[in-house]
């Protein structure tokens, strides 16, 4: 069975960079069938698509959150990794990471179909 | 940017029939996916490319497509099924990908 494990700092200080790690067991993350994505939630509110990453390498990024936001994938760790910079009180959210399939659909966009638990990251001097 | 738009709020009793709409320009082009979130925990997908329904979701979740907008049916609906529920899908580029406003789903 999948599994898709955040982690990370709880706490991040505003300005500075909010760092998670997604470590994914029970399946490769080098499948050429799998996108990986992060996805995040503010408290009380709706859920916001920040960006995915291909095995290659490859990666997509919600426009509004673009000029802030890296993801990267190490393959030998079976891990991917975001990275959000400059951060404000408005980022402080629920952090999904998140399988994107592309077996269920000929073409995009695909569907989220194996997610994390999700770690909460506040941030707060 | 981009923007789906769900209703805030349904409310149904038990048994009845709940109908969630989400309204997009770029419906008509893109594959359209639903995800049910109770509290505090992380969103399940229920209903994939428009109308299709993964294993291990009941048969009482149902999706369509008309135009703009995509619905998410619930049939008979039971009080566990009280959640959000989120629409899911993509500019017309294909890349961008947005969710729905959320609905929150009440059983009487």
């Known amino acids: 069975q999948l599994q898709l494990q955040e982690s990370g700092p709880g706490l991040v200080k505003p300005s500075e960079t909010l760092s998670l790690t997604c470590t994914v067991s029970?399946?490769?993350?080098?499948?050429?069938?799998?996108?990986w994505g992060w996805i995040r939630q503010p408290p009380g509110k709706g859920l916001e698509w920040i960006g995915s990453i291909y095995y290659s390498g490859s990666t997509y990024y919600n426009p509004s959150l673009k000029s802030r936001v890296t993801i990267s994938v190490d393959t030998s760790k079976n891990q991917f990794s975001l990275k959000l910079s400059s951060v404000t009180a408005a980022d402080t959210a629920v952090y999904y990471c998140?399988?994107?399939?592309?077996?269920?659909?000929?073409?995009?966009?695909?569907?989220?179909?194996?997610w994390g638990q999700g770690t909460l990251v506040t941030v707060s001097s | 940017s981009y923007e789906l738009t769900q209703p805030p709020s349904v409310s149904v009793s038990p048994g009845q029939t709940a109908r969630i709409t989400c309204s997009g320009d770029?419906?008509?082009?893109?594959?359209a996916y639903w995800y049910q979130q109770k509290p505090g925990q992380a969103p399940v997908l229920v209903i994939y490319k428009d109308s299709e329904r993964p294993s291990g979701i009941p048969e009482r979740f149902s999706g369509s497509s008309s135009g703009t907008t995509v619905t998410l049916t619930i049939s008979g609906v039971q009080a566990e099924d009280e959640a959000d529920y989120y629409c899911?899908?993509?500019?017309?580029?294909?890349?961008?990908?947005?969710f729905g406003t959320g609905t929150k789903v009440t059983v009487l």
């Open positions: 029970g399946g490769s993350i080098s499948s050429s069938s799998y996108y």
């Open positions: 899911q899908s993509a500019d017309s580029s294909g890349t961008s990908y947005v």
């Open positions: 998140a399988r994107v399939s592309r077996t269920l659909a000929a073409a995009g966009p695909f569907p989220f179909d194996y």
């Open positions: 770029a419906l008509p082009k893109q594959y």
